[in-house]
């Protein structure tokens, strides 16, 4: 990521979220899981902290795009989940900003939570394997590999 440009703190207008709502829901889903598959075969998650995921439900809302994922780690692999049918083990739920800011490291999940852009709710314990994975992923090995990234 080119370190001049920085991604500010906005709100996409609240007619959006609306909208977003009553789209589809499994794309997002599906883009997530991709992602973090990706991720996976690229070695950049922890391997060692992955078994603590197993079987846990997880959801992402983007809420000022009315964006919503829930997905599970099975099998040595992420997998979206459609329809939930229970509530998940860890919620995650910011802001667009908010998850690029993550994304690029310009801001870490804790001083987003603190300062209330970031909400996580469920399993304590594995909302901090989850935060401890993040940090431990090497970003600059993943931008290496998407040149997307480093412009």
């Known amino acids: 990521m080119n370190p001049n440009f920085t991604i500010p703190k906005f709100r996409l207008p609240t007619f959006i979220a609306s909208l977003g709502q009553k789209l589809p829901q499994w794309p997002h889903a599906l883009a997530l899981v991709a992602g973090l598959n990706a991720a996976l075969k690229m070695k950049l998650l922890p391997e060692d902290e992955l078994a603590a995921l197993e079987d ?27 329809r939930p049918e229970r509530e998940p083990d860890l919620a995650f739920a910011a802001n667009l900003s908010a998850y690029l800011q993550l994304l690029a490291r310009q801001e870490d999940p804790d001083t987003l939570f603190f300062n209330r852009e970031l909400e996580i709710t469920g399993d304590t314990e594995l909302g901090l ?22 412009h």
Do not use: Q
């Open 56 to 82: 846990k439900l997880f959801r992402v809302r983007v809420l000022d795009t009315g964006g919503e994922a829930s997905y599970t780690y099975r099998g040595g692999l992420f997998r979206p989940v459609f």
């Open 129 to 150: 394997i989850v935060k401890n994975m993040l940090d431990a992923v090497e970003w600059p090995k993943l931008s290496d590999r998407l040149p997307l990234l480093r």
